[in-house]
Protein backbone atom coordinates (compact mmCIF):
# COMPACT_ATOMS: atom_id res chain seq x y z
CA UNK A 1 0.00 0.00 0.00
CA UNK A 2 2.23 3.11 -1.22
CA UNK A 3 2.05 6.17 -0.43
CA UNK A 4 3.54 7.64 -3.85
CA UNK A 5 0.84 9.64 -5.42
CA UNK A 6 0.04 7.64 -8.69
CA UNK A 7 -2.33 9.47 -11.07
CA UNK A 8 -4.66 7.86 -13.13
CA UNK A 9 -6.38 9.01 -16.47
CA UNK A 10 -6.30 12.52 -17.49
CA UNK A 11 -9.51 13.02 -16.66
CA UNK A 12 -8.47 12.34 -12.99
CA UNK A 13 -6.02 15.43 -13.51
CA UNK A 14 -8.96 17.49 -14.95
CA UNK A 15 -10.80 16.84 -11.96
CA UNK A 16 -8.37 16.98 -9.20
CA UNK A 17 -5.82 18.94 -10.49
CA UNK A 18 -7.25 21.79 -12.30
CA UNK A 19 -7.24 25.20 -9.64
CA UNK A 20 -10.36 27.05 -9.57
CA UNK A 21 -10.52 30.97 -8.73
CA UNK A 22 -11.02 30.08 -5.30
CA UNK A 23 -8.28 27.86 -5.13
CA UNK A 24 -5.71 30.17 -6.83
CA UNK A 25 -7.20 33.33 -4.31
CA UNK A 26 -5.82 30.80 -1.63
CA UNK A 27 -2.40 30.10 -2.87
CA UNK A 28 0.01 32.68 -0.29
CA UNK A 29 1.41 35.73 -2.30
CA UNK A 30 4.57 34.50 -2.27
CA UNK A 31 7.33 35.74 -4.80
CA UNK A 32 9.02 32.26 -4.78
CA UNK A 33 7.65 30.21 -7.47
CA UNK A 34 8.48 26.45 -5.54
CA UNK A 35 6.20 27.40 -2.78
CA UNK A 36 3.21 28.61 -4.92
CA UNK A 37 3.85 25.49 -7.05
CA UNK A 38 4.16 23.37 -3.70
CA UNK A 39 1.41 24.75 -1.85
CA UNK A 40 -0.74 24.18 -5.50
CA UNK A 41 0.29 20.76 -5.31
CA UNK A 42 -0.57 20.19 -1.49
CA UNK A 43 -3.91 21.16 -2.71
CA UNK A 44 -4.64 19.33 -5.26
CA UNK A 45 -2.89 15.74 -3.79
CA UNK A 46 -4.99 16.67 -0.50
CA UNK A 47 -8.23 16.50 -2.54
CA UNK A 48 -7.16 13.58 -4.70
CA UNK A 49 -5.92 11.09 -2.22
CA UNK A 50 -7.18 12.17 1.11
CA UNK A 51 -3.75 13.14 2.46
CA UNK A 52 -0.35 14.64 0.94
CA UNK A 53 2.76 12.64 1.07
CA UNK A 54 5.69 13.60 2.91
CA UNK A 55 8.09 14.10 -0.38
CA UNK A 56 6.05 16.22 -3.16
CA UNK A 57 8.85 16.16 -4.79
CA UNK A 58 7.82 12.70 -5.92
CA UNK A 59 4.97 13.39 -7.20
CA UNK A 60 4.08 12.47 -11.06
CA UNK A 61 5.76 14.74 -13.86
CA UNK A 62 2.52 15.16 -15.34
CA UNK A 63 0.67 16.49 -12.45
CA UNK A 64 3.25 18.32 -12.03
CA UNK A 65 3.35 19.66 -15.23
CA UNK A 66 -0.19 20.20 -14.98
CA UNK A 67 -0.58 22.51 -11.95
CA UNK A 68 2.89 24.53 -12.64
CA UNK A 69 1.15 25.53 -16.22
CA UNK A 70 -1.79 26.78 -14.47
CA UNK A 71 0.62 28.74 -12.49
CA UNK A 72 2.63 30.13 -15.10
CA UNK A 73 6.14 28.85 -13.60
CA UNK A 74 8.57 25.90 -14.48
CA UNK A 75 7.92 22.38 -13.50
CA UNK A 76 11.40 21.83 -12.50
CA UNK A 77 10.90 24.58 -9.65
CA UNK A 78 9.20 22.23 -7.23
CA UNK A 79 12.89 20.98 -6.17
CA UNK A 80 13.30 23.74 -4.23
CA UNK A 81 10.13 23.33 -2.59
CA UNK A 82 10.25 21.62 1.14
CA UNK A 83 13.65 23.06 2.05
CA UNK A 84 11.74 24.65 5.06
CA UNK A 85 9.87 22.32 7.20
CA UNK A 86 7.70 24.72 8.71
CA UNK A 87 6.84 25.82 5.30
CA UNK A 88 5.23 22.66 4.04
CA UNK A 89 3.25 22.73 7.57
CA UNK A 90 2.17 25.94 7.12
CA UNK A 91 0.99 25.04 3.73
CA UNK A 92 -1.11 21.95 4.60
CA UNK A 93 -2.76 23.38 7.39
CA UNK A 94 -3.97 25.99 5.05
CA UNK A 95 -4.57 23.50 2.73
CA UNK A 96 -7.00 21.75 4.98
CA UNK A 97 -8.51 24.71 6.01
CA UNK A 98 -9.50 25.59 2.22
CA UNK A 99 -11.02 22.30 1.43
CA UNK A 100 -12.53 21.37 4.54
CA UNK A 101 -10.57 18.82 5.90
CA UNK A 102 -8.88 18.06 9.59
CA UNK A 103 -6.89 15.88 11.51
CA UNK A 104 -8.84 12.49 12.44
CA UNK A 105 -9.36 12.18 16.52
CA UNK A 106 -10.27 9.19 18.44
CA UNK A 107 -14.27 9.57 18.12
CA UNK A 108 -13.38 9.42 14.02
CA UNK A 109 -11.34 6.47 14.33
CA UNK A 110 -13.67 4.89 16.29
CA UNK A 111 -16.56 5.74 14.06
CA UNK A 112 -14.71 4.55 11.10
CA UNK A 113 -13.72 0.98 13.04
CA UNK A 114 -17.57 0.64 13.77
CA UNK A 115 -18.23 1.46 10.00
CA UNK A 116 -15.99 -0.95 9.08
CA UNK A 117 -16.40 -3.70 11.22
CA UNK A 118 -19.95 -3.89 9.22
CA UNK A 119 -18.27 -3.95 5.95
CA UNK A 120 -15.99 -6.65 7.30
CA UNK A 121 -18.42 -8.60 7.61
CA UNK A 122 -19.92 -9.06 4.55
CA UNK A 123 -16.39 -9.37 3.47
CA UNK A 124 -13.00 -9.19 5.18
CA UNK A 125 -10.05 -9.01 2.38
CA UNK A 126 -7.61 -6.48 3.84
CA UNK A 127 -7.28 -4.52 0.46
CA UNK A 128 -10.93 -3.85 -0.06
CA UNK A 129 -11.48 -3.03 3.74
CA UNK A 130 -8.50 -0.62 2.89
CA UNK A 131 -9.64 1.18 0.36
CA UNK A 132 -13.07 1.23 1.36
CA UNK A 133 -11.38 2.93 4.62
CA UNK A 134 -9.70 5.13 2.56
CA UNK A 135 -12.17 5.90 0.29
CA UNK A 136 -14.48 6.49 3.77
CA UNK A 137 -12.32 8.96 5.02
CA UNK A 138 -12.15 11.31 1.62
CA UNK A 139 -15.71 11.40 1.94
CA UNK A 140 -15.61 12.68 5.21
CA UNK A 141 -13.26 15.06 4.26
CA UNK A 142 -10.51 13.93 7.28
CA UNK A 143 -7.07 13.34 6.65
CA UNK A 144 -6.41 9.63 6.05
CA UNK A 145 -3.75 9.04 8.44
CA UNK A 146 -0.49 6.74 8.06
CA UNK A 147 -0.19 3.39 6.04
CA UNK A 148 0.73 1.47 9.48
CA UNK A 149 -1.66 2.99 11.38
CA UNK A 150 -4.66 1.99 8.55
CA UNK A 151 -3.05 -1.65 8.36
CA UNK A 152 -3.42 -1.96 11.78
CA UNK A 153 -7.08 -0.87 12.08
CA UNK A 154 -8.20 -3.11 9.05
CA UNK A 155 -6.24 -5.81 11.19
CA UNK A 156 -8.00 -5.17 14.12
CA UNK A 157 -11.50 -5.11 12.62
CA UNK A 158 -10.89 -8.13 10.40
CA UNK A 159 -10.21 -10.06 13.92
CA UNK A 160 -13.46 -8.26 15.26
CA UNK A 161 -15.88 -9.36 12.48
CA UNK A 162 -14.72 -12.99 12.76
CA UNK A 163 -15.14 -13.04 16.67
CA UNK A 164 -18.68 -11.58 15.63
CA UNK A 165 -18.99 -14.11 13.09
CA UNK A 166 -18.25 -16.88 16.16
CA UNK A 167 -20.57 -15.21 18.15
CA UNK A 168 -23.44 -15.21 15.33
CA UNK A 169 -23.42 -19.14 15.03
CA UNK A 170 -22.76 -19.71 18.99
CA UNK A 171 -26.59 -21.66 18.93
CA UNK A 172 -25.14 -23.82 16.23
CA UNK A 173 -21.45 -24.60 17.67
CA UNK A 174 -22.38 -26.99 20.04
CA UNK A 175 -19.69 -29.76 21.30
CA UNK A 176 -20.54 -32.16 19.44
CA UNK A 177 -21.17 -30.06 16.03
CA UNK A 178 -17.85 -28.73 16.19
CA UNK A 179 -16.46 -32.33 16.74
CA UNK A 180 -18.65 -33.08 13.49
CA UNK A 181 -16.55 -30.44 11.60
CA UNK A 182 -13.48 -31.75 12.88
CA UNK A 183 -13.62 -34.87 11.17
CA UNK A 184 -14.36 -33.03 7.97
CA UNK A 185 -10.59 -32.70 8.00
CA UNK A 186 -9.64 -35.87 8.98
CA UNK A 187 -8.45 -38.70 6.29
CA UNK A 188 -11.19 -41.46 5.99
CA UNK A 189 -10.00 -44.53 5.27
CA UNK A 190 -13.12 -45.80 3.06
CA UNK A 191 -12.86 -42.80 0.36
CA UNK A 192 -8.94 -42.92 0.71
CA UNK A 193 -9.78 -38.70 1.40
CA UNK A 194 -11.14 -36.30 3.72
CA UNK A 195 -14.91 -35.82 3.53
CA UNK A 196 -13.52 -32.32 3.02
CA UNK A 197 -12.23 -33.02 -0.03
CA UNK A 198 -14.55 -35.55 -1.33
CA UNK A 199 -17.42 -33.29 -0.79
CA UNK A 200 -15.21 -30.77 -3.29
CA UNK A 201 -14.74 -33.12 -5.89
CA UNK A 202 -17.44 -31.90 -8.60
CA UNK A 203 -19.73 -34.47 -10.71
CA UNK A 204 -17.39 -35.28 -14.36
CA UNK A 205 -20.69 -36.33 -16.39
CA UNK A 206 -24.51 -37.09 -15.78
CA UNK A 207 -24.17 -40.97 -15.83
CA UNK A 208 -26.14 -43.22 -13.14
CA UNK A 209 -23.13 -43.66 -11.28
CA UNK A 210 -22.45 -39.87 -10.91
CA UNK A 211 -25.76 -39.46 -9.73
CA UNK A 212 -25.88 -41.91 -7.16
CA UNK A 213 -22.70 -40.16 -5.75
CA UNK A 214 -23.97 -37.13 -5.39
CA UNK A 215 -26.74 -38.35 -3.97
CA UNK A 216 -24.44 -39.84 -1.33
CA UNK A 217 -23.12 -36.71 -0.58
CA UNK A 218 -26.56 -35.10 0.01
CA UNK A 219 -27.26 -38.24 2.16
CA UNK A 220 -23.89 -36.86 4.45
CA UNK A 221 -25.31 -33.77 4.62
CA UNK A 222 -28.48 -34.04 5.17
CA UNK A 223 -26.90 -36.47 8.03
CA UNK A 224 -24.23 -33.21 9.29
CA UNK A 225 -27.90 -31.60 10.37
CA UNK A 226 -27.22 -28.51 8.14
CA UNK A 227 -30.44 -28.25 6.99
CA UNK A 228 -31.90 -26.79 10.36
CA UNK A 229 -29.50 -24.90 11.14
CA UNK A 230 -30.20 -20.84 11.73
CA UNK A 231 -27.90 -18.87 9.64
CA UNK A 232 -30.16 -15.88 9.56
CA UNK A 233 -27.63 -13.21 12.25
CA UNK A 234 -24.94 -14.18 9.01
CA UNK A 235 -24.59 -11.60 6.21
CA UNK A 236 -25.52 -13.81 3.18
CA UNK A 237 -22.33 -12.16 1.65
CA UNK A 238 -20.17 -13.07 4.51
CA UNK A 239 -21.86 -16.83 3.80
CA UNK A 240 -20.73 -16.90 0.38
CA UNK A 241 -17.25 -15.67 1.09
CA UNK A 242 -16.56 -17.58 4.00
CA UNK A 243 -17.27 -21.06 2.17
CA UNK A 244 -15.57 -19.72 -0.84
CA UNK A 245 -12.36 -19.21 1.30
CA UNK A 246 -13.20 -22.93 2.99
CA UNK A 247 -13.37 -24.74 -0.91
CA UNK A 248 -10.14 -23.22 -1.18
CA UNK A 249 -8.19 -24.13 1.51
CA UNK A 250 -6.37 -27.28 2.06
CA UNK A 251 -7.81 -29.78 4.94
CA UNK A 252 -4.22 -29.20 6.58
CA UNK A 253 -4.76 -25.57 6.52
CA UNK A 254 -8.00 -25.50 7.95
CA UNK A 255 -6.53 -27.27 10.74
CA UNK A 256 -4.34 -25.20 11.68
CA UNK A 257 -6.86 -22.09 11.91
CA UNK A 258 -7.99 -20.91 15.07
CA UNK A 259 -11.41 -22.42 16.13
CA UNK A 260 -12.74 -18.99 15.91
CA UNK A 261 -12.38 -18.56 12.23
CA UNK A 262 -12.46 -22.31 11.24
CA UNK A 263 -15.26 -23.53 12.62
CA UNK A 264 -17.65 -20.86 10.97
CA UNK A 265 -15.55 -21.64 7.74
CA UNK A 266 -16.78 -25.29 7.66
CA UNK A 267 -20.45 -24.35 8.75
CA UNK A 268 -20.35 -22.08 5.74
CA UNK A 269 -18.75 -24.74 3.52
CA UNK A 270 -21.08 -27.48 4.32
CA UNK A 271 -24.21 -24.82 4.12
CA UNK A 272 -23.29 -23.82 0.15
CA UNK A 273 -22.36 -27.32 -0.53
CA UNK A 274 -26.12 -28.80 0.59
CA UNK A 275 -27.43 -26.18 -2.03
CA UNK A 276 -24.60 -26.83 -4.27
CA UNK A 277 -25.00 -30.40 -4.36
CA UNK A 278 -28.79 -30.37 -4.46
CA UNK A 279 -29.01 -28.07 -7.35
CA UNK A 280 -26.03 -30.36 -9.36
CA UNK A 281 -27.98 -33.52 -8.63
CA UNK A 282 -31.69 -32.08 -9.89
CA UNK A 283 -29.66 -30.60 -13.51
CA UNK A 284 -27.67 -33.97 -13.62
CA UNK A 285 -31.49 -36.20 -13.26
CA UNK A 286 -32.72 -33.69 -15.81
CA UNK A 287 -29.78 -34.01 -18.22
CA UNK A 288 -29.63 -37.83 -17.57
CA UNK A 289 -33.74 -38.07 -18.90
CA UNK A 290 -33.23 -35.93 -21.25
CA UNK A 291 -30.58 -38.09 -22.37
CA UNK A 292 -32.46 -41.41 -22.14
CA UNK A 293 -35.47 -39.40 -24.05
CA UNK A 294 -33.06 -38.72 -27.05
CA UNK A 295 -31.78 -42.30 -26.90
CA UNK A 296 -35.03 -43.76 -26.89
CA UNK A 297 -36.26 -41.42 -29.63
CA UNK A 298 -33.55 -42.55 -31.71
CA UNK A 299 -34.12 -46.28 -31.04
CA UNK A 300 -37.99 -45.81 -31.79
CA UNK A 301 -37.22 -44.23 -35.25
CA UNK A 302 -34.91 -46.75 -36.25
CA UNK A 303 -36.90 -49.53 -35.15
CA UNK A 304 -39.56 -47.90 -37.65
CA UNK A 305 -37.04 -47.78 -40.02
CA UNK A 306 -36.60 -51.60 -39.68
CA UNK A 307 -40.30 -52.34 -40.09
CA UNK A 308 -40.61 -49.92 -43.03
CA UNK A 309 -37.47 -51.89 -44.76
CA UNK A 310 -38.80 -55.13 -44.28
CA UNK A 311 -42.28 -54.54 -45.38
CA UNK A 312 -40.51 -53.67 -48.63
Not at 163 to 168: P, V, Y
Not at 203 to 227: C, D, H, Q, W, Y
Not at 273 to 281: P, Q
Request: charged fraction near 25%.
Amino acid sequence: MSENLRTGTYEDLVTFFTLSERDLRSIPRAREPHNRLGYALQLCTLRFMGFVPDDLRSAPPDAVAFVAHQLAVEPHVLAAYGERAQTRQDHLLAVQTHLGYRKVDRDDVRTLADWLLERALEHDKPTLLYELACEKLRTEQLVRPGVTRLERLVAETRERAQGETFQQLTPILTDDCQRLLDTLLEPDAARGMTPLAWLRRPAVSNSPKAIVGNLEKLMFLRATGVEGWSLEALNPNRLTFLAQLARKSSAQALHRTPAVRRYPLLVAFLVHCLATVTDEVIEMFDRCLAEAYARAGKDLEDFRKAISNSRS
